[in-house]
């Protein structure tokens, strides 16, 4: 069955610092990844996905993530946190349920706090 | 564009009651979705269609309908809630497979 593991709940980090978020997938067949944020009290906004191609991906907010086969790994990074970052990220991969791949199943989110 | 519009944007209801939570989106959109968001368990598929007239079950489709009698209005039926459904609920529309889903800015509900 198709599922997405984020293993941090929490992560705390000082504004300035870098930053890398982890997430896992299983999925048989090539996985079309996505990542979202959600500020409080909002919906979410994608920030970046990958559907094949080169491995890196660069989104929005100067964030990229990096799609690795062997380890079953995209991990969203930033290299130097804004407070504004705070929030909740959400991974996700492209289900197929009834043979469509429109929707997603959604990591359970890791929420990032920003020190001053 | 309003983009993808919910309302209410809170409620409380009692046990047993019914009630209809309402999507609806402006970008011609032929994919929505509806998903809960519960503390510690991300978000979960509910129902989805992938266009007018066509709708299906998602991951967790138990005490909840869906219609889709146009593209842009995607409501979703709580036949006799419970406290378990209490949640926040999000709406989502894309162009179809693969293509970006636009988010709603929820609707949360309480079930006493």
């Known amino acids: 069955a198709q599922s997405v593991t984020q293993p941090d709940i929490h992560i705390t980090v000082s504004e300035g610092a870098s930053l890398e978020l982890r997430c896992n997938y299983s999925?048989?067949?090539?996985?079309?990844l996505f990542w979202y944020v959600q500020s409080p009290g909002q919906g979410l906004q994608l920030l970046l996905k990958y559907f094949s191609g080169d491995t890196l991906v660069q989104g929005i907010k100067g964030f990229e993530a990096e799609f690795k086969r062997s380890q079953s790994s995209f991990n969203l990074r930033k290299p130097s946190v804004h407070w504004s970052d705070a929030a909740e990220y959400f991974c996700?991969?492209?289900?197929?349920?009834?043979?469509?791949?429109?929707?997603?199943?959604f990591g359970k989110g890791t929420k990032l706090s920003v020190k001053p | 564009n309003a983009g993808v519009t919910q309302t209410p944007k809170f409620q409380v209801l009692k046990t047993g009651q019914s009630m209809t939570l309402q999507c609806a989106q402006d970008?011609?959109?032929?994919?929505m979705s509806w998903y809960r968001q519960d503390p510690g368990m991300g978000l979960r598929l509910i129902h989805y269609s992938v266009g007018a007239g066509i709708t299906d079950q998602g991951e967790v489709p138990n005490g909840y309908n869906v219609s889709r009698s146009t593209t842009e209005d995607f409501p979703l039926r709580l036949l006799s809630a419970a406290p378990s459904q209490t949640s926040v609920y999000f709406c989502a529309s894309s162009h179809g497979d693969l293509y970006e889903q636009y988010f709603g800015p929820g609707t949360r509900l309480t079930v006493t």
């Open positions: 970008m011609n959109h032929e994919y």
């Open positions: 999925y048989g067949a090539t996985p079309y």
């Open positions: 996700a991969v492209a289900s197929n349920y009834g043979g469509s791949q429109g929707n997603l199943i």
